[in-house]
Each structure stands twice: as structure tokens, then as C-alpha cells.
């Protein structure tokens, strides 16, 4: 027999197409799952645990026929328990998890419905084009994601809430394991609307720091109102532009968070090698991007399963995570000398959270 890269014996035929099996019922367990969340089953069984399946529905406005039928799945995963002779329900292991765990499970189920199900219809040909054409047919887009979401209300509400909801809970680790000199001149590199700005004076404060957003046009007016409505107007800036053509110059400090795995390597090449060109010789640049586990088959690292489709079906046409070893060896190709390189220890995140992010901190080398 062979094995695979984790040492095990391969699959039987039998076990291999029983894997397969748990593939084709994924996308309805997803939806049955979000369904009752959505028809507010569950929010009802908690608060009137012991409801049969007609109160139910008179709740949710919808039939009991459904609402049975739905709350199967929920039984079998032990989620919701079921009384034979009362024909009620309750909330099963559901009961124990906290209002804001769920609610940051469903935040990141609510954008993989409206944002990931849909378009992953067309991955086959995303794949093959390299453009987003679930994007295009369904919002007759062209472009990318980010574009999209300035046009249309419900990408960008589903997006946003949780791009905002991720970037505050990993901006502290982050900070928390990079240097910003003090005083520094600090740009950060498709910064968005200014959050991470703000953060980084926030976690990050000394006399005469400054942070610089860096991001297309568009964007000045929302991110110059960001600064002013958290009060570090003072400390932070816009400059408007595309990293493509170019990096601003006359900084100590640039930071790259959550726009590396966007790209392939050429693009990841041109955007390093933009911002190596852009600082002085010993300038620091301080990265963080989702990682692939160095063995691509450890089963606990979700980043896998989810980020190919999502980027290259959804997002971008292109992109997705690379090794921790794969960026340090990108950044040293591209002119850096890497000064640390961690990834964050699982267990320190919630189990329902998807990525598994890292901090590479590398300086200009001549």
C-alpha cells in the first residue's frame, strides 16, 4: 500500500467514496444549518425551549412540515434534542455556546452564503479564465470582489461586517509581535478605510508617529472620516494610488495585512519588490496573510478547504495562502532578510474561525 504525506494508509475504495459522500451533502448541510438560524429556530428554542414543530412554524412564519424537516439535521449533530413524547424541542449542545461565539460563526456563515455560494457555482470556469465569472453573471461585474462591493449593498454589507469583525480581533496579536520604532513614518499598504491605521497608532503610540493609509482613490473620503471619528485625525493620512504603480517613498515602516494572498506569485513579486525599491536600506516591512500548514495535509488547518475556492472563485480569480516557508523564501528573493516568522498557535483560535494567520517581519537588505 502507499501512503500519503501523513504517514497513514490509503483509503479503501469504500471509505474513499464515503469521503466523497460527506463533499455532495456539505453545501445543504450548510444551508439547512444557516436556515435555522435565519427562520429564528434557534433563537426561539431558547428563549421557549419544549416547542413542537407547529409553534415553531407559527413562530418563523413558515409550514411545520419544514420546520420538522429542517430540525433533523439539527438532532442527528446533536445541536437540538427532540422529545418523542412531547413532540418538543430544545436546544441541545447549541444551549451551551455563547450568543457572541454563534454570532461570529454566523457572521462568517453569512458571507459564504452571499458572498462564496453562489459564485462557487462558476469555480470550474473561474478557474480556467482566471476572472470571476460568477461575479459577472450574477452582478454583471467585471473586476474583482473589492470593486464590487462599492456597488452593490449586499456584498459589501455581508463583506465588510466580517472583514471589520477579523481585523479586530487579529490586530492586537499582530502589533503584538511586530516593532514600529518609535516616532516612525508608517505606511500601510492597501489599507482600506483606514482601520488598520488607526490601529496601529492605537497599539502602536509614540511621539511623532505617523500612519500613512495607502489604497486607491475611492477610498480617501470614508477613510479620512474614519480618522476623524476615532480622533487620530492629527496622527494619520491618505495617499491615493494602486501598488502596481508604485510605493510611496519616504517611510521607515510598511505594513502588508490581508493583501499578499490575494495575488499569484508574479503579483506577489511585484508588490514586494515595489515596496523593497520604495524603503531605505534597512527599512521594515511587517506582513500578515493567512497560512497553508508546511504539511498540507494536517487536517486541522481549515485554510485549505476554504481559501482556494474563495479567491480564486469569489474574490479574485487568482491568489490564495501560501506555506510560511513559501513567503520567507518570497520575501528573501525580493531583496528582505527575514527577522522572524510565526504563525498563530491554533489553539489560541476560536474553534469556528477558519484562518490561521502569521507575521513575517523582514528588513531591506543593499
Given at each position: 500500500?502507499?501512503?500519503?504525506?501523513?504517514?497513514?494508509?490509503?483509503?479503501?475504495?469504500?471509505?474513499?467514496?464515503?469521503?466523497?459522500?460527506?463533499?455532495?451533502?456539505?453545501?445543504?448541510?450548510?444551508?439547512?444549518?444557516?436556515?435555522?438560524f435565519?427562520?429564528?429556530?434557534?433563537?426561539?428554542?431558547?428563549?421557549?425551549?419544549?416547542?413542537?414543530?407547529?409553534?415553531?412554524?407559527?413562530?418563523?412564519?413558515?409550514?411545520?412540515?419544514?420546520?420538522?424537516?429542517?430540525?433533523?439535521?439539527?438532532v442527528?449533530?446533536?445541536?437540538?434534542?427532540?422529545?418523542?413524547?412531547?413532540?418538543?424541542?430544545?436546544?441541545?449542545?447549541?444551549?451551551?455556546?455563547?450568543?457572541?461565539?454563534?454570532?461570529?460563526?454566523?457572521?462568517?456563515?453569512?458571507?459564504?452564503?452571499?458572498?462564496?455560494?453562489?459564485?462557487?457555482?462558476?469555480?470550474?470556469?473561474?478557474?480556467?479564465?482566471?476572472t470571476?465569472?460568477?461575479?459577472?453573471?450574477?452582478?454583471?461585474?467585471?473586476?474583482?470582489?473589492?470593486?464590487?462591493?462599492?456597488?452593490?449593498?449586499?456584498?459589501?454589507?455581508?463583506?465588510?461586517?466580517?472583514?471589520?469583525?477579523?481585523?479586530?480581533?487579529?490586530?492586537?496579536?499582530?502589533?503584538?509581535?511586530?516593532?514600529?520604532?518609535?516616532?516612525?513614518?508608517?505606511?500601510?499598504?492597501?489599507?482600506?478605510?483606514?482601520?488598520?491605521?488607526?490601529?496601529?497608532?492605537?497599539?502602536?503610540?509614540?511621539?511623532?508617529?505617523?500612519?500613512?493609509?495607502?489604497?486607491?482613490?475611492?477610498?480617501?473620503?470614508?477613510?479620512?472620516?474614519?480618522?476623524?471619528?476615532?480622533?487620530?485625525?492629527?496622527?494619520?493620512?491618505?495617499i491615493?494610488?494602486?501598488?502596481?504603480?508604485?510605493?510611496?517613498?519616504?517611510?521607515?515602516?510598511?505594513?502588508?495585512?490581508?493583501?499578499?494572498?490575494?495575488?499569484?506569485?508574479?503579483?506577489?513579486?511585484?508588490?514586494?519588490?515595489?515596496?523593497?525599491?520604495?524603503?531605505?536600506?534597512?527599512?521594515?516591512?511587517?506582513i500578515?496573510?493567512p497560512?497553508?500548514?508546511?504539511?498540507?495535509a494536517?487536517s486541522?488547518?481549515?485554510?485549505?478547504?476554504?481559501?482556494p475556492?474563495?479567491?480564486?472563485?469569489?474574490?479574485?480569480?487568482?491568489?490564495?495562502?501560501?506555506?510560511?516557508?513559501?513567503?520567507?523564501?518570497?520575501?528573501?528573493?525580493?531583496?528582505?532578510?527575514?527577522t522572524?516568522?510565526?504563525?498563530?498557535?491554533?489553539?489560541?483560535?476560536?474553534?469556528?474561525?477558519?484562518?490561521?494567520?502569521?507575521?513575517?517581519?523582514?528588513?531591506?537588505?543593499?
Open positions: 500500500m502507499t501512503t500519503n504525506p501523513k504517514g497513514n494508509s490509503t483509503m479503501t475504495p469504500e471509505a474513499t467514496l464515503a469521503r466523497v459522500r460527506e463533499y455532495m451533502v456539505g453545501p445543504s448541510r450548510f444551508m439547512t444549518l444557516l436556515s435555522c435565519e427562520l429564528g429556530l434557534v433563537d426561539t428554542l431558547r428563549e421557549n425551549p419544549g416547542m413542537t414543530a407547529a409553534k415553531l412554524g407559527d413562530a418563523a412564519g413558515a409550514k411545520p412540515d419544514a420546520v420538522e424537516q429542517l430540525l433533523h439535521l439539527l442527528k449533530e446533536g445541536f437540538v434534542a427532540y422529545d418523542e413524547g412531547s413532540g418538543g424541542y430544545s436546544l441541545d449542545a447549541l444551549a451551551g455556546v455563547a450568543k457572541a461565539d454563534l454570532q461570529r460563526a454566523l457572521t462568517y456563515m453569512n458571507m459564504i452564503k452571499v458572498v462564496a455560494l453562489r459564485q462557487l457555482f462558476y469555480l470550474t470556469e473561474s478557474a480556467r479564465t482566471g470571476l465569472v460568477g461575479l459577472k453573471e450574477l452582478y454583471g461585474a467585471e473586476g474583482t470582489l473589492y470593486g464590487a462591493v462599492a456597488e452593490h449593498k449586499d456584498l459589501r454589507e455581508s463583506w465588510a461586517t466580517l472583514m471589520d469583525s477579523v481585523t479586530a480581533r487579529i490586530d492586537p496579536w499582530f502589533f503584538g509581535n511586530i516593532d514600529i520604532p518609535s516616532g516612525a513614518q508608517v505606511l500601510d499598504l492597501a489599507g482600506n478605510t483606514g482601520l488598520g491605521a488607526i490601529h496601529t497608532y492605537q497599539l502602536k503610540a509614540s511621539p511623532g508617529l505617523r500612519v500613512t493609509t495607502f489604497d486607491l482613490p475611492e477610498k480617501e473620503a470614508e477613510c479620512l472620516r474614519n480618522f476623524r471619528a476615532h480622533g487620530v485625525a492629527e496622527h494619520c493620512s491618505f491615493g494610488g494602486d501598488v502596481f504603480d508604485g510605493v510611496p517613498k519616504g517611510f521607515d515602516v510598511v505594513l502588508v495585512k490581508h493583501f499578499l494572498d490575494m495575488f499569484d506569485k508574479d503579483d506577489v513579486f511585484k508588490i514586494l519588490k515595489g515596496v523593497n525599491r520604495s524603503l531605505e536600506v534597512g527599512g521594515q516591512v511587517n500578515m496573510v497560512v497553508y500548514p508546511e504539511n498540507i494536517d486541522d488547518n481549515y485554510n485549505v478547504d476554504f481559501f475556492a474563495f479567491f480564486i472563485g469569489c474574490t479574485m480569480g487568482q491568489g490564495g495562502p501560501q506555506k510560511l516557508s513559501t513567503y520567507r523564501s518570497w520575501l528573501e528573493e525580493c531583496g528582505f532578510r527575514v522572524k516568522a510565526v504563525a498563530k498557535d491554533p489553539a489560541d483560535i476560536p474553534p469556528d474561525v477558519i484562518p490561521v494567520p502569521a507575521v513575517l517581519c523582514a528588513t531591506k537588505v543593499a
